[in-house]
């Protein structure tokens, strides 16, 4: 059992079972809250090629109408979603890599991303066969470079703070300000977060979001392993078909 800064106490269990037969039995107490770091995460993709004057950015209108031209012209992901599966369009980005083409990201059940893994990773809009990928999305506060929150969030030790952490050399300023970042002193660089794991000076010389990065690389496989339908497959087979957000 562990205890809150507000005096609060976190108990965690071995299993669900576990923790379930604990409510029955403290069910007359006050509730106890559920460590969201141990929800497991409904899968996500991303959906590359979209025609940039059909479907646009911030346009509800254009999620709609797509969200029905993938249900027309894929009859799996249809049959999935009758049966109450999800599929969740969340938004519509500008591609920058390709200016005529914008790309969406979608919240899914397990069984629609088998799927789609089953179609090679492809979904048909309209008459475009368009690309997927997997999305393994870490969530980072730039403002203390630590993972798990945002900048302003309450878990951020420096929140209300004009304390910054820079991601390059771990000083106190922005990291679009940093020297040893300008001047391309690579080797000088020092991540931050393995600066307080007491990490070597060889192991901490790289950005903390550097890919080579020791922490970075335990939070991607973090969410790997709490993500549903990410079981059973091997990390190497799953960043082929994956991009890391």
């Known amino acids: 059992m562990a205890m809150t800064k507000s005096g609060d106490g976190i108990i965690s269990f071995p299993s669900q079972s576990h923790r379930d037969e604990a409510l029955c039995q403290l069910s007359d107490l006050n509730p106890i809250s559920e460590d969201s770091n141990l929800r497991p995460l409904h899968p996500k ?20 109408n797509l969200h029905g031209a993938i249900l027309n012209k894929n009859s799996l992901i249809e049959e999935l979603v009758k049966e109450g599966k999800m599929f969740d369009l969340l938004f519509i980005r500008k591609d920058s890599k390709k200016p005529s083409c914008n790309y969406a990201v979608a919240k899914l059940d397990p069984d629609v991303l088998k799927a789609i893994r089953l179609n090679n990773h492809k979904i048909f809009i309209d008459f475009i066969s368009c690309r997927v990928s997997e999305r393994i999305h870490l969530i980072q506060c730039y403002q203390c ?9 309450d878990d951020c030790k420096y929140k209300n703070s004009n304390k ?3 991601m390059y050399c771990s000083g106190d300023h922005k990291s ?5 970042k300008a001047d391309k002193k690579f080797q ?17 010389s790289h950005a903390t ?3 080579k990065c020791p922490i970075r690389l335990k939070q991607i496989n973090n969410v790997i392993n709490k993500t549903m339908g990410f079981e059973g497959l091997s990390k190497n087979a799953l960043r082929n078909n994956a991009i890391i957000t």
């Open 45 to 64: 993709i991303t959906i590359y090629g979209l025609p940039n004057d059909e479907y646009i950015p911030d346009d509800e209108n254009s999620l709609n």
């Open 164 to 166: 910054q952490v820079c």
């Open 188 to 204: 000088a660089f020092r991540c931050a977060n393995c600066v307080d794991s007491s990490l070597n000076n060889q192991e901490v």
């Open 176 to 180: 679009s300000n940093c020297q040893t």
């Open 145 to 153: 470079q630590k993972f798990g929150h945002k900048k302003d969030s």
């Open 209 to 211: 979001t550097s890919s």
